[in-house]
């Protein structure tokens, strides 16, 4: 399955949530790429936009690929192969930082235009523009379940099937246009798959404060 861009990933993921439409769920997107995907959703449902920091640890060497995730709250999560890919603890503990630092400085950026909304009680989508090993996306689902939602959904247009298998357990259901066997990596399964910058993100925002 190919999608021209994110903006038509978010309108063919919008189709397969159409339950949703007009019960008001509160749509959190992943920074920066899940953001184009989650206004697209959250127009179409009737919903509201937000974000959920969470960013993957890179692995040794080769930082696009995650031995792991860190969220918001500082809780870290350590894929089971983190090792075997070069990824002690003092190497984890030192990404997770680094990580953390990234966070604390887009929320103090994404603050000043958007209000934070709060999960409780609602039924809340959580978007991620693909899932390549679903470190980041348990993060996600981990961090929002810890503020009590009434309904946990993950979707994404794109995912492979090992990243399903992981986040399945998180959430109270997975809707997944496409489960991809052959998984390189997110921007394969795109015709348009350029870098979001944080810019788009507090524009984007800023336009549905």
Do not use: W
Not at 32 to 57: Q, S, T, Y
Not at 111 to 122: F, M, N
Not at 195 to 205: A, H, N, Y
Request: proline share 5%; hydrophobic share 45%; aromatic share 6%.
């Amino acid at each position: 399955m190919l999608f021209d861009d994110r903006t038509d990933a978010g309108r063919q993921l919008a189709k397969a949530l159409d339950d949703y439409r007009g019960k008001q769920p509160l749509v959190l997107a992943i920074p920066r790429g899940a953001v184009p995907i989650g206004r697209v959703v959250a127009e179409a449902l009737g919903g509201a936009l937000d974000v959920v920091l969470v960013r993957k640890l890179g692995a040794p060497y080769n930082p696009e690929f995650a031995v792991g995730s860190v969220g918001e709250s500082g809780h870290v999560m350590v894929a089971d192969y983190a090792e075997r890919a070069g990824a002690d603890s003092r190497y984890i503990a030192q990404e997770a930082e680094r990580q953390l630092a990234t966070i604390r400085r887009r929320r103090i950026q994404y603050d000043q235009v958007h209000t934070p909304l709060s999960p409780a009680g609602r039924t809340v989508i959580v978007v991620d523009d693909g899932l390549a090993t679903g470190s980041t996306m348990c993060a996600a689902l981990q961090e929002v379940r810890a503020q009590k939602p009434a309904r946990l959904i993950c979707a994404v247009p794109v995912a492979s099937r090992d990243a399903v298998m992981r986040v399945r357990p998180l959430c109270d259901d997975v809707i997944c246009l496409a489960i991809e066997a052959d998984f390189g990596g997110v921007g394969q399964f795109y015709r348009d798959f350029r870098q979001v910058e944080d810019d788009d993100v507090l524009m984007m925002l800023k336009a549905c404060q």
